[in-house]
């Protein structure tokens, strides 16, 4: 049997027939509305726009955020796949630099080595010529030491000719002409630093040195180079008459008398006058008291007077 | 509105109760017919008949005539039979005697009397079909539907009322051959 008489009778099934009085049941209970109304009973109902879209809007918001969430990590696994790459790269050149480091490192020890044995070398030479400078002044010392025994020899046999002392210093007299000069000068600062304190204490020169030690620069001035006597003093603490070999001829003596002795050298007879000049008198030159008042006196005829220019006179 | 059916629905729209009785003595028919085969009681059907007309008279202002009133009518009378099967639990076929004593009184197509057997062996094969697809049967054979309107009212895509009578057609040849044989599992699915 096909399909088709099947069908057929189907369709020809018969049509059960409703009951009496349904049709005016129906007709009874029709309920009419107007359509306006019923689209404003639906427009009630509407919803909003965003509520209507928002399950697809919220899916589409969960999948745009897993989207961006997986792009982020994407990238960061790219990112962190670069790096590992970067870092294998260099841990693979790091081998080969420490190598070149430690190459370097043996080099440079090298030529640290290499230099210090050029300085070693340079010194070495040096020192040969030193040896060789001082070889040469080895034979020029024995040349000498032959030189001098010759001299020597020379001058024994010319003292026993003129019978001469072979003890005495041929420098003695430039020693003491010299030593002479220093306690010239030695006067003169004393005179200066008299006339200086005079200058706050109404013209009147002080009457002894340790007065006017603030106008003294050092007390080791007032000992003569000549005096073994007395000792110089290393300052005016301890300074005491054992440390002085001038003496103060006028104290007190007013600046008015300006040729007026103040000091003098009782070694070499050197004196500073009150106007702060300071004198070498000769042997034959002595010192005179006129009116009380002690002044250069004139020389002996014999003596001849000492020239101007050893008389230093104050500025 | 070139449409008789749906001139009247528009003046039913516009409140006119002459177009209305007309569209229920159009339909009220083809209605009942289809709700008595599927719920086998005249009662039964009569009630559901007049909610469905009830429902009608609610949603006809917002008919847009996208499908024709038949079809809306018949969908509206699914629904009203599917909420009341759910709440009566409802699972009794239409007997041999229903169809003996539908068919006797009124002139029968069939002349001869194997022709008549043939037929009632055939609607008590129908009523045996699982639901969904004695729904299908019922719209597209006894109410004389199209397959996109069946589809339509229950719906579904045109595709499985195609599938579903393929099935059923298959099922009742079946039976035909074999008065006997039960039913197939393929077909004893859960309406």
Redesign the interface.
């Known amino acids: ?3 088709d008489p ?2 057929n ?11 009496a009085g ?2 005016e ?3 009874a ?11 404003r009973t ?1 427009t009630t109902y509407l919803v909003p726009f965003w509520r209507r879209w928002f399950p697809a809007l919220a899916f589409g918001m969960i999948f745009l955020t897993c989207f961006v969430i997986l792009a982020v990590q994407t990238n960061q696994l790219l990112q962190l796949r670069r790096e590992n790459e970067a870092l294998r790269v260099a841990t693979a050149n790091l081998e080969q630099l420490r190598q070149e480091n430690q190459e370097l490192l043996k080099l440079s020890a090298q030529a640290q080595q290499l230099e210090r044995l050029r300085k070693d070398n340079l010194e070495l030479q040096q020192l040969r010529a030193e040896i060789e400078n001082v070889r040469g002044q080895a034979l020029q010392l024995a040349q000498l030491q032959a030189e001098q025994q010759r001299l020597l020899a020379e001058r024994a046999a010319q003292q026993a000719q003129a019978s001469v002392p072979a003890e005495e210093d041929p420098f003695a007299e430039a020693k003491a002409k010299a030593m002479r000069i220093n306690c010239l000068n030695n006067l003169k600062q004393i005179g200066l630093a008299a006339r200086i304190w005079s200058n706050k204490h109404q013209d009147i020169l002080p009457e002894d040195f340790l007065t006017m030690s603030n106008e003294l620069n050092t007390p080791k001035i007032l000992v003569c180079p000549a005096d073994r006597q007395h000792a110089q003093a290393s300052n005016w603490a301890e300074f005491g008459p054992a440390n002085s070999s001038y003496e103060i001829l006028s104290p007190g003596i007013n600046e008015l008398h300006p040729d007026v002795v103040y000091v003098r050298c009782p070694i070499h007879h050197n004196v500073g006058t009150v106007d702060g000049a300071a004198h070498q008198l000769g042997p034959s030159q002595p010192i005179i008291e006129v009116d009380g008042l002690k002044k250069i006196g004139r020389a002996e005829a014999a003596e001849e007077p000492k020239p101007a220019n050893q008389r230093q006179e104050s500025p | 509105m070139s449409d008789p059916v749906e001139q009247l629905v528009g003046q039913a729209q516009a409140g006119n109760y002459e177009a209305a009785s007309q569209l229920v003595a159009q339909f009220y028919k083809r209605i009942f017919a289809y709700l008595r085969r599927l719920c086998a009681h005249d009662e039964d059907a009569a009630d559901l008949t007049q909610q469905t007309f009830a429902r009608l008279w609610v949603a006809l202002p917002s008919y847009a005539g996208r499908s024709s009133l038949s079809t809306w009518l018949h969908g509206m009378a699914h629904h009203v039979y599917v909420d009341w099967r759910r709440v009566r639990n409802f699972t009794q076929p239409q007997t041999d005697e229903w169809w003996a004593t539908c068919t006797t009184p009124n002139p029968s197509p069939f002349e001869e009397a194997a022709e008549r057997d043939l037929a009632h062996q055939l609607y008590r094969a129908v009523e045996q079909l699982p639901e969904d697809t004695r729904q299908t049967v019922h719209l597209r054979y006894y109410q004389g539907l199209t397959l996109a309107e069946t589809a339509e009212v229950l719906g579904i895509a045109s595709s499985t009322v195609k599938y579903r009578l393929r099935e059923a057609l298959g099922f009742l040849r079946s039976r035909m051959a074999e008065p006997k044989q039960p039913i197939p599992h393929t077909l004893n699915r859960a309406s």
């Open positions: 049997m096909t399909n099947i069908e009778v189907l369709r020809k099934a018969p049509r059960p027939a409703p009951p349904l049709k049941r129906l007709e209970h029709i309920a009419l509305s107007r359509a306006s109304e019923a689209r639906e």
